[in-house]
């Protein structure tokens, strides 16, 4: 099935570091989202983006949805060590339900 | 307050048996989902049940993929005679209307031998 291409595929960061990681995708969605997974978790929603340009905080978490439609970033600033784990972006269609189609992932290791 | 569970959180088969996964949606969640998560992937949408509708069951890789949900609430993802590249983590997830946030369980790791 299809997948959202995301980069960079793994990443290890100091604390205190931002980060940035981002996702394409060939078709046009109408909502955007970011995911975290823990190990042995299922994963958890953490931001929403429901506009093209929207710009969205969610604490440390900035994310975006570009214009195109067809990306969108994810920004975490000062990284913390349970920032760890895995961030997966997800697109939705418009209407009916929320079959999801989530990205390949960006793991994330901090380095305290 | 519960979340989503899933049972059983560890599966081991051997080659051809059947097996049933189960999953308790939050209580009074509508809307049901099950995706299939292989290592190092994504989730990967499986079906999607609006009470005890199955009202899309295009990602379910083969016929050997069943699932159920016959009285709205629980349901259960059944794999006949498994094969190896069935080994994954199966996700269900609910959420209270279609539209709304979707909510996962910690999933069903499935290894098959």
């Known amino acids: 099935g299809q997948q959202l291409n995301q980069s960079p595929q793994s990443m290890f960061i100091q604390e205190g570091e931002d980060v940035s990681m981002n996702c394409t995708s060939s078709s046009i969605f109408n909502t955007w989202l970011w995911y975290k997974q823990d190990p042995g978790e299922g994963p958890v929603l953490l931001i929403a983006l429901y506009k093209a340009g929207e710009l969205t905080s969610n604490g440390r978490l900035t994310a975006q949805f570009g214009i195109s439609r067809k990306d969108s970033f994810l920004n975490i600033s000062a990284s913390i060590p349970s920032d760890v784990g895995i961030y997966f972006c997800a697109g939705l269609h418009s209407g009916g339900y929320q079959k999801v189609t989530f990205g390949t992932g960006t793991k994330l290791q901090v380095i305290p | 307050g519960a979340g989503v569970s899933q049972s059983p959180r560890y599966k081991v088969a051997k080659r051809g048996q059947d097996v049933a996964l189960r999953c308790d949606p939050i209580?009074?969640?509508?809307?049901l989902f099950w995706y299939q998560q292989a290592l190092g992937q994504g989730p990967e949408f499986l079906t999607y049940f609006q009470n005890e509708a199955q009202l899309d069951k295009s990602g379910l890789p083969s016929d050997r993929f069943f699932a159920e949900r016959p009285e709205g609430s629980v349901s259960t993802l059944k794999i006949q005679r498994t094969q190896q590249e069935d080994s994954a983590v199966y996700l269900c997830?609910?959420?209270?209307?279609?539209?709304?946030?979707?909510?996962f369980g910690p999933g069903t790791r499935l290894l098959v031998l």
């Open positions: 997830a609910s959420s209270l209307y279609s539209q709304e946030t979707q909510y």
């Open positions: 209580s009074g969640h509508v809307s």
